[in-house]
């Protein structure tokens, strides 16, 4: 059966001892079982296992034993000759579950094992910061910044670390993010620029954070649209009117296009005004 049906005696005893740290009942059901060190019934692995609880002990083990099973040529499946890069059913690698589930000390471990045959791949790094700060998992931005990781990576969907943790309203981990050097306020992060995002969604909150920590209030996105026209054509009226009450301003006596307004899925005989006059029964100033 797979590990997501109905496991076995030997497994249930094997993920029991494995999430609890019980390395000395891991050793020996290994010794008897050498796949155990690899996956449970050839569909989870121990190592993410491991890693989803913290137990570092257990992964150095499963190491030691992944090294020894190779010397015998014990084939390792499905997960093939990088045990530390593998992928879980949800696509990530046990870095990443470590990362997500803000084991710092794991990461850390996991960062520090790479060998010739072991090796944790940049995607996979770099999904573990997105984790970190998805969730807003300090203690793990911590270990990357110490580390002297790259903050402002993209990953494969070309989004940052910021972006994942304003998005999230994880507003201490951008704040670290920032401290720790972090320059993407004002560049394209997933297609657009943060205080666009936060005028998109209208969010006082995110824009008077970002405001605050260096913003540009009145920078420009690719259609020549500031904050301030991005909340316009969003009807986000409390950022509207936090922005111009921070200084934001808007392309002055131009109307928008066709080409502007249907992305935003606006009625467009809303916008349709040369000099974007005030919306009052909108809530606009």
Request: glycine content about 6%; hydrophobic content about 40%.
């Amino acid at each position: 059966m797979s590990a997501r049906g109905r496991r076995s005696l030997e497994e249930v005893v094997f993920y029991e001892a494995v999430t609890t740290g019980d390395v000395e009942n891991v050793e020996r059901m290994i010794q008897d079982t050498p796949e155990l060190a690899m996956y449970i019934s050839g569909k989870e692995s121990t190592l993410h296992l491991a890693a989803e609880h913290g137990q570092d002990a257990i992964i150095s083990l499963l190491l030691k034993w992944k090294a020894i099973l190779a010397e015998k040529n014990v084939d390792s499946g499905i997960f093939g000759e990088s045990h530390l890069d593998m992928q879980d059913f949800f696509d990530e690698s046990p870095l990443e579950v470590a990362a997500r589930k803000g084991h710092a000390s794991t990461v850390e471990l996991l960062l520090g094992i790479q060998t010739e045959k072991e090796t944790i791949s940049t995607r996979s790094q770099v999904g573990a910061l997105k984790n970190a700060a998805m969730w807003g998992q300090n203690e793990v931005v911590k270990v990357f910044v110490r580390l002297g990781f790259d903050i402002d990576v993209l990953d494969e969907q070309e989004t940052c670390a910021l972006l994942y943790a304003i998005r999230n309203l994880n507003l201490s981990t951008a704040a670290l993010l920032i401290e720790s050097g972090s320059k993407l306020f004002n560049v394209v992060c997933r297609d657009f620029l943060l205080l666009h995002y936060a005028a998109r969604k209208n969010s006082v909150e995110i824009a008077r954070f970002l405001i605050e920590n260096g913003a540009d209030v009145n920078i420009t996105n690719k259609n020549d649209l500031t904050p301030r026209d991005e909340a316009y054509l969003s009807q986000s009226k409390e950022v509207y009117n936090f922005l111009k009450e921070n200084g934001g301003r808007m392309r002055s006596n131009k109307e928008y296009t066709d080409e502007e307004i249907i992305p935003y899925m606006r009625p467009k005989i809303v916008y349709r005004a040369v000099g974007f006059p005030p919306l009052m029964h909108l809530g606009y100033k």
